[in-house]
T-cell receptor, first 112, second 115 residues
Framework: DSGVTQTPKHLITATGQRVTLRCSPR?????VYWYQQSLDQGLQFLIQ???????AKGNILERFSAQQFPDLHSELNLSSLELGDSALYFC???????????FGEGSRLTVL | AQTVTQSQPEMSVQEAETVTLSCTYDTSENNYYLFWYKQPPSRQMILVIR??????QNATENRFSVNFQKAAKSFSLKISDSQLGDTAMYFC????????????FGGGTRLMVKP
């Protein structure tokens, strides 16, 4: 158990819909990262937050947005969903300069 | 931008034998970290081993060891005495603190351990 909690574990929805994925980082970790893993591919970095502020942005679509709240949990919002958005979405957290990320179990999104 | 390349999409090894997974990376930085993550069918990302670039000694964790060649920008993973539970996807990853502590992953190597 990494200490990073993601909900929901599985989500099935239809094209055009909007979903929210939630992540609670390890206790004490200020940084939260979101990654997308499409089928049998590597993890693609989406976005990073540090103590409530956006720190780095990767290949995140404009239809996607995220935020980190004062209690440090984070939410990833995916809107106008397309079939290609079906993927495993990972959240990870870290202490700022630890050099190591701890991953949650992922949220599997299926868009039909 | 940093890139991480794993040139072996799939590999197989007999149980109890040794296998080496390759990884190369591209960076202009001098201080960084390298990792190998394991992703079994459960899809959980599990850290296998880490290496700090400033350390010359290769990292070792039980049956897992790395061959870190900084000048060649190579970071291979050796699994000794392979076990059936080692069957998984293995991802090499690079992290540079100056880039916001963000991990860049390779495309992965699917390892099958055969009985």
């Amino acid at each position: 158990d990494s200490g990073v909690t993601q909900t929901p574990k599985h989500l099935i929805t239809a094209t055009g819909q909007r979903v929210t994925l939630r992540c609670s980082p390890r206790s004490g970790d200020l940084s939260v990262y979101w990654y997308q893993q499409s089928l049998d591919q590597g993890l693609q970095f989406l976005i990073q937050y540090y103590n409530g502020e956006e720190r780095a942005k990767g290949n995140i679509l404009e239809r996607f947005s995220a935020q980190q709240f004062p209690d440090l949990h984070s939410e990833l919002n995916l809107s106008s969903l397309e079939l290609g958005d079906s993927a495993l979405y990972f959240c990870a957290s870290s202490v700022r300069w630890s050099g190591e990320l701890f991953f949650g179990e992922g949220s599997r999104l299926t868009v039909l | 931008a940093q890139t991480v390349t794993q040139s072996q999409p799939e590999m197989s090894v007999q149980e109890a034998e040794t296998v080496t997974l390759s990884c190369t990376y591209d960076t202009s930085e001098n201080n960084y970290y390298l990792f190998w993550y394991k992703q079994p069918p459960s899809r959980q990302m599990i850290l296998v081993i880490r290496q700090e670039a400033y350390k010359q000694q290769n990292a070792t964790e039980n049956r897992f060891s790395v061959n870190f060649q900084k000048a060649a920008k190579s970071f291979s993973l050796k699994i000794s005495d392979s076990q059936l539970g080692d069957t998984a996807m293995y991802f090499c990853a690079y992290l540079n603190n100056n880039a916001g502590n963000m991990l860049t992953f390779g495309g992965g190597t699917r390892l099958m351990v055969k009985p």
